[in-house]
Structures are given as structure tokens and as C-alpha cells.
């Protein structure tokens, strides 16, 4: 059986498609803004394309994330929380929490038995963008986001960044760089922000 999943976040779309459970196609790209349907659209096409199949021959379209009603062409739509957990099960069953840090918005979902979730958590203080953040910092940084997770435990930092605010955590991080405090000590204030 052919099915597929859509995920539409507010930076990207990703598609994949499955038969049986094995991954036989993907395909991704930005969302584009308030074109996210259109764009939604050309990944589907994308995908189905690399999978060499039709649309006609896909059981099943799930689509989730922040623009899930932009995949008009899918059957069944499901929260994030939902589409995380699943996730977390299917690859890691025994895990007990997910955190799901997208583009706008942290999120961490904590597992019960099964396929039950006990609590969903995300952001509350205005830190929405937070993934685009982080790789506005590591782009600042001159690394890519593997690096610069590998390298804020090794700080000791005393230094910090604003944490109600993305753009004030940006400010207070350029400042930091101008001061010339090291990249490791920058990182670590913000990943504690």
C-alpha cells in the first residue's frame, strides 16, 4: 500500500512517500509564505514524481504542521503533538519525551504507554522563531547548527541573552560578538535562553 505524508511548517514543506513502509520518494522546500498552497502543491508534484507514480495510486495523505489545511489533496490531517509522537514511536520506541523545535515555535511532547500522550508544552514566553533563530545565529557564527550544538557544552558562560525575546536575544548576541566573547561562551547563552 502507497501512502504518504505532508508536513507544512511555516519555513518548509516536506513530502514523503511510502510503500509498504519503506520510503520510495521525498522532496522538499520553503514554504513561501503566502503562496504555501502553490508551493505545497509543487512538492507534492515533486515527490510523485520521484516516486514515478500518480496521485491516483497513493492510498493515503496525511498532512500536519502549522499549514496542514494548505494540503488540499490530503485525507486526514493531525496535530503536531500527534505527528511528533508517532514519529518518536516509529523510530525510537522506547523514548519518552520529543522536543520538536520548528521554525516558530519549541515544542516537547511527553510520552505515555503506547501511543498515549501525557503532556504537550511549547513556548510561553515570546520566543516564536526560535528555530530561525538559532540558524540566523549559527549562520552569524560562521557554522551550521551540528557545530554549534557540539560546541555549547563546552563552555563556561557567564555571559547571557535576553530570554523573552528572540529579537532582543539577537541584539544581546551581536553585542557579545562585537565584544569579542568567544563563539562558545555566545552559544551556550543562547541554547540557556
Not at 77 to 84: H, L, Q
Not at 119 to 148: H, P, W
Not at 149 to 178: G, K, Q, Y
Request: proline share 3%; net charge positive; charged share 20%.
Amino acid at each position: 500500500m502507497i501512502t504518504a505524508g505532508i508536513d507544512i511548517g511555516i519555513e518548509n514543506i516536506k513530502v514523503v512517500i511510502l510503500n509498504n513502509g519503506k520510503v520510495i520518494a521525498r522532496a522538499s522546500a520553503l514554504s513561501g509564505g503566502a503562496g504555501r498552497g502553490a508551493s505545497a502543491e509543487r512538492v507534492w508534484a515533486e515527490a510523485l514524481e520521484k516516486a514515478k507514480i500518480s496521485a491516483s495510486e497513493v492510498s493515503k495523505v496525511v498532512a500536519t504542521g502549522q499549514g496542514k489545511q494548505d494540503a488540499h489533496f490530503a485525507q486526514k490531517r493531525v496535530t503536531e503533538p500527534v505527528a511528533d509522537a508517532a514519529a518518536a514511536r516509529l523510530l525510537f520506541p522506547s523514548v519518552v519525551s520529543v522536543v520538536d523545535i520548528g521554525a516558530d515555535q519549541v515544542r516537547v511532547v511527553t510520552l505515555g504507554p503506547g501511543a498515549k500522550i501525557r503532556e504537550v508544552v511549547m513556548n510561553q514566553k515570546c520566543y516564536a522563531g526560535i528555530g530561525l533563530f538559532l540558524k540566523s545565529m549559527a549562520r552569524t557564527l560562521g557554522m551550521n547548527l551540528d557545530a554549534m550544538s557540539r560546541l555549547a557544552p563546552v563552555a563556561n558562560s557567564a555571559c547571557s541573552v535576553s530570554d523573552t525575546c528572540c529579537v532582543f536575544a539577537e541584539l544581546d548576541a551581536v553585542a557579545l560578538i562585537h565584544a569579542n566573547t568567544p563563539r562558545e561562551e555566545i552559544i551556550q547563552a543562547v541554547y540557556r535562553a
